[in-house]
């Protein structure tokens, strides 16, 4: 029975929560109920009771678990992890439209790996032999390099980090100083970092800082030194091969120089072959010439990696509108194993994941089967800059014009607090009950009015001030083509891309909540008479004058006039 509110003229099957209204507004028997907000319509509460906490939990506690490794595009950990969703949509009986009759769309994917008997750092004290590094003994990132040159050691001090950006947005780069005029041409430079903060979680950025400021100066090789011996190997690049579509994000990759890494022993070896050790580099001016020369070589080769973008359909029960379809995503991968570290991402995109099985669990476990047809799709190559999703977007499995909307969860299980990248002052704690809606006003404001409307049951405090993340999740791909996207996010907190962003810091009767308020509103999309219209002026100004790739007209149907129009 429909749910009495400004959608019902769109909806008019809704009457259960009308009742419950007038009870309330009658002082009836439920005035005695504590302020619950209208249970789900009849015919999708069925489905909805499927799923519990303890259910979420047993899938976020596998997905971030230490078999799938973090989950890295390309890793054997990824493959796994999408074997798992594969498992969950055939166990539910949802249809299979991938390759070969799997769940799976494939992603051309190769990986950088290292040959490691063509790869090493050797260091010779005039004629003589100080030192071999084998590759098992570097870390850093892998790229085919042949260099040779006198070794200079450079000790760098990092200043503090400057404060987060305008808006608490992007991170502010320290500045490097004294390294002007230092002549590097052909050197192999050993650099040293002395930070002057918590080193531990800024360390990336800092590196960053110096290798900008080491970019010009024309060494043969830099390499990076740390206090202990990596280990796990150099990593290589990863991201979309050469079949996909060129990715700026794997270019990039593809274009950065080796940055090989060294520690432990083989440093304390080094140093003291020019007399020097590892305590004296505290004090040691910024350049040293050391008595020794280097020669780096680097062997790579490419190969073909896993990555699967992991897809299911729950036909619609309409002979006509199950050939439109509403889009429930998700991404499955996260940062995977880098080095010997690896990142789980519980909450990016681990719950967003376990996110998509409940709503699939819902879905397929609901009496009523909706009037269209229902796609579940958990991608990949997201943190490589969204690939999975693009590929899906531009060798679309249904045709873009028939998508209703993309409803997009990543990072729904924590509460927003202050990080990395800002967000001064915000407090889990009050936060408990907050989710950002991003990106439903941008295109079909009839997607935002539904979101709201069904939010009354869920009944969240939904915050707007994170549409600054709007391209930064898959989502975006869709409303690149012109598909009304909603994207559901619970925002950003000190675990964000951290070893740290583990399951026994998430919200489960959130995440649980936000799944089934996702569920509910694509319940009703699949349902209602009519589907989400684009606005022309909104989509003018989301094309932004044709400055980026989105095409003349979008692929969802564009909001006629009222007067004149059809
Ligand atoms: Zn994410």
């Known amino acids: 029975m429909p749910r009495p509110d400004p959608l019902a003229s769109l909806f008019p099957a809704r009457p259960a929560a009308l009742a419950v209204a007038l009870f ?28 519990d906490v303890k259910q979420c939990k047993e899938w976020l506690h596998t997905l971030a678990g230490p078999e799938f490794e ?35 769309q494939h992603v051309p994917w190769s990986t950088t790996k290292v040959v490691a008997d063509k790869t090493f750092l050797k260091f010779r004290k005039g004629d003589a032999d100080v030192l071999t590094i084998p590759a098992a003994r570097l870390g850093g990132n892998a790229a085919a390099t042949d260099a040779a040159g006198d070794v200079v050691l450079l000790c760098v001090d990092v200043p503090a980090m400057p404060p987060p950006g305008e808006g608490g947005r992007r991170m502010q780069m320290p500045t490097i100083e004294g390294l002007d005029g230092l002549d590097l041409k052909d050197k192999v430079v050993l650099v040293h970092i002395r930070q002057q903060d918590d080193a531990a979680t800024r360390s990336p950025v800092a590196t960053f800082a110096v290798r900008q400021a080491l970019q010009g100066k024309e060494a043969a090789a830099i390499v990076l030194t740390q206090a202990t011996t990596p280990s796990g190997g150099m990593v290589g690049r990863a991201g979309a091969g050469r079949g996909g579509r060129a990715n700026p994000a794997a270019g990039g990759a593809r274009r950065q120089p080796a940055q090989p890494t060294i520690g432990g022993d083989d440093l304390a070896a080094i140093l003291a072959a020019a007399g020097m050790t590892v305590d004296g580099l505290a004090k040691a001016p910024t350049a040293t010439p050391l008595p020794l020369r280097a020669q780096l070589s680097l062997a790579t080769e490419e190969a073909n990696a896993p990555a699967m973008n992991v897809f299911a359909v729950l036909p619609g029960s309409d002979p006509v509108k199950k050939d439109e379809y509403v889009v429930i995503g998700s991404h499955l991968d996260h940062l995977g194993r880098r080095g010997d570290a690896i990142s789980p ?96 006003k941008k295109l079909a404001p009839a997607l935002h009015d539904l979101c709201l409307a069904a939010n009354k049951t869920a009944g969240f405090e939904i915050e707007y001030d994170q549409e600054g993340m709007f391209s930064r999740s ?27 962003d583990t399951p026994d810091k998430i919200h489960y009767e959130k995440l649980l909540r936000i799944a089934t308020w996702v569920y509910d509103i694509g319940f009703e999309l699949a349902m209602q008479p009519g589907r989400p219209e684009i606005e022309p002026e909104l989509w003018g100004k989301f094309r932004g004058g044709g400055r980026n790739r989105a095409p003349e007209a979008p692929a969802a149907p564009l909001k006629q006039a009222a007067a004149g129009g059809k």
């Open 24 to 51: 309330v507004a009658a002082g009836g028997l439920l005035a005695q109920a504590p302020a619950q907000a209208p249970g789900l319509n009849g015919d999708r509460a069925a489905g909805a009771a499927t799923v």
């Open 70 to 104: 973090g989950r890295g595009t390309g890793q054997p950990g990824f493959e796994k992890a999408a074997n798992y969703v594969a498992a969950h949509f055939k166990a539910l009986g949802l249809e299979a439209r991938g390759q070969d009759g799997t769940y799976f």
């Open 345 to 440: 991402g519980a909450d990016d995109d681990g719950s967003g994941t376990t996110g998509v099985l409940a709503v699939a669990q819902m879905f397929a476990k609901n009496k009523v089967r909706p009037a269209r047809s229902v796609l579940f799709v958990c991608f990949s190559g997201e943190e490589n800059g969204l690939i999975g999703s693009r590929f899906f977007a531009d060798n679309c499995p249904i045709p873009l014009s028939s998508i209703v909307a993309e409803l997009q969860m990543d990072m729904i299980g924590r509460d927003e607090e202050e990080n990395m990248e800002g967000d001064k002052g915000e407090l889990a704690e009050n936060n408990r009950n907050t989710v950002h809606l991003v990106g439903t």
């Open 474 to 500: 898959d989502h975006a791909n869709f409303a690149q083509k012109g598909v009304p996207v909603a994207f559901f996010f619970t925002g950003l907190h000190r675990d964000y891309h951290q070893t740290t």
